[in-house]
């Protein structure tokens, strides 16, 4: 991962139980959303480049034994989650593959 390519920040709400900025939790699901980045770190414009998100989760902070490529949409819903508490971030690359850092953590409990 290159560091501060972009800067992409989970920005959802926390629906029933658990910590963070997740969304519903329904049948062993989360739901994130997030906005795109419009520039680069640096302030360059992004424009087309986006290629798109990748999804990180897990049961532990920062150590994410899950990655999901989702391209360009920027709401995801993980779903067939076992009862556990799940840390999520999520990513954002170009179309030459250059990925971001992590975003924030926002993390769900699952009942």
Excluded: Q
């Excluded at 986006?50 to 990180?56: D, H, I, R």
């Amino acid at each position: 991962m290159l560091p501060g390519i972009f800067l992409v920040t989970i920005a959802a709400y926390c629906g029933g139980g658990g910590g963070g900025n997740v969304g519903s939790n329904v049948g062993g699901s989360a739901t994130l959303s997030w906005d795109a980045p419009t520039t680069y770190v640096d302030g360059r414009p992004l424009g087309d480049a986006l290629g798109g998100f990748k999804v990180y989760y897990g049961t532990s902070s920062r150590n994410y034994t899950h990655v999901v490529d989702i391209g360009k949409v920027t709401t995801y819903r993980v779903a067939g989650l076992s009862p556990a508490t799940y840390c999520f971030a999520v990513t954002a690359y170009d179309r030459s593959g250059n990925e971001s850092d992590y975003s924030n953590e926002v993390s769900k409990e699952i009942r």
